[in-house]
């Protein structure tokens, strides 16, 4: 079972900027789409970036600009780099890693907190 684990998360100015990595147990070519989504208090977990196989990135209007989202192939490793952000940015950002076979796989969360 592949294993996804968040890091680099954690409490920045708005304005500032912060770089998720999610790091997987299993070869990114596992996978047909790699993404991050973002989690508010009270609210429903929402898509932020994601990106295909083949290389195609799709962002998030709220995000559009600001966020990007790479793969390292060697290092199995999914990022976002955040900049820009704001305090409307924070919440719990997951990893979203689906297979071929059509399976999500998630890895446990990372907290961002955008401060004034």
């Known amino acids: 079972q592949v294993q996804l684990v968040e890091s680099g998360g954690g409490l920045v100015q708005a304005g500032g900027s912060l770089r998720l990595s999610c790091a997987s147990t299993?070869?990114?070519?596992?996978?047909?789409?790699m993404g991050w989504y973002r989690q508010a208090p009270g609210t429903p977990r929402e898509p932020g970036a994601v990106r295909t196989s083949g290389g195609s990135t799709s962002y998030a209007d709220s995000v559009k600009g600001r966020f990007t989202i790479s793969t390292n192939n060697t290092k199995n490793t999914v990022y976002l780099q955040m900049n820009s952000l704001k305090i409307e940015d924070t919440g719990v950002y997951f990893c979203?890693?689906?297979?071929?076979?059509?399976?999500?796989?998630w890895g446990q969360g990372t907290q961002v907190t955008v401060s004034s």
């Open positions: 299993g070869s990114l070519f596992s996978f047909n789409t």
């Open positions: 979203n890693c689906r297979d071929w076979g059509n399976n999500d796989h």
